[in-house]
T-cell receptor
Framework: NAGVTQTPKFQVLKTGQSMTLQCAQD?????MYWYRQDPGMGLRLIYY???????DKGEVPNGYNVSRLNKREFSLRLESAAPSQTSVYFC????????????FGPGTRLLVL | GDSVTQMEGPVTLSEEAFLTINCTYT??????LFWYVQYPGEGLQLLLK?????DKGSNKGFEATYRKETTSFHLEKGSVQVSDSAVYFC????????????FGTGTSLTVIP
């Protein structure tokens, strides 16, 4: 049982390049989330998907797009990367809404030069 | 709005010392409260949770009690070990916000032998 998996683990981009971060969960969870983690800021929600076919903005959505490809997969896309997007990105999933535990992937470390 | 305020670190303790990490919250509804732990280079793992007032969450010797009267969820452990060295995050989820989590900024703990 792999839980939540993320690819890649580490990526270096140049300003203006695009990339997609992949996330998949095998726990049959309905809800999925993308966070970024920056020093001294904790985790901030970028986008979430409460259920298959729906996505909503979180606290810091600017510069990102998401796709809930199916129940298992939730991708995060940076169309034109900026140095301010240098961060560690975590994907998470939960069974349902409303106080349910979120389970996290191992993270993707992104450096934008 | 909903938020979590967490004790700033870093915290350095000797092995077998008593640990307290303070966490207070502000919530518009009836939150569930969580403590997550992040070991170096890894994602966040659930440490414990409490879903209603006066509940006590516990795991691996850690405890936290949901105190509605003081809006607090302080993390405690009676005797820390070197293996407890990690970053600890307090978080809340309010059911009417689609299971969005609000995280504290994290408290880094180092336990020295």
């Amino acid at each position: 049982n792999a839980g939540v998996t993320q690819t890649p683990k580490f990526q270096v981009l140049k300003t203006g390049q695009s990339m997609t971060l992949q996330c998949a969960q095998d726990m049959n969870h309905n809800s999925m989330y993308w966070y970024r983690q920056d020093p001294g800021m904790g985790l901030r929600l970028i986008y979430y998907s409460a259920s298959e076919g729906t996505t909503d903005k979180g606290e810091v959505p600017n510069g990102y797009n998401v796709s809930r490809l199916n129940k298992r997969e939730f991708s995060l896309r940076l169309e034109s990367a900026a140095p301010s997007q240098t961060s560690v990105y975590f994907c998470a999933s939960s069974r349902l809404q409303g106080g349910e535990t979120q389970y996290f992937g191992p993270g993707t470390r992104l450096l934008v030069l | 709005g909903d938020s979590v305020t967490q004790m700033e670190g870093p915290v350095t303790l000797s092995e077998e010392a008593f640990l307290t990490i303070n966490c207070t919250y502000t919530a518009t509804g009836y939150p569930s409260l969580f403590w997550y732990v992040q070991y170096p280079g890894e994602g966040l793992q659930l440490l414990l949770k409490a879903t209603k007032a006066d509940d006590k969450g516990s795991n691996k010797g850690f405890e936290a009690t949901y105190r509605k009267e003081t809006t607090s969820f302080h993390l405690e452990k009676g005797s820390v070990q070197v293996s407890d060295s990690a970053v600890y995050f307090c978080a809340l989820s309010v059911s009417n916000t689609g299971n969005q989590f609000y995280f504290g900024t994290g408290t880094s703990l180092t336990v020295i032998p």
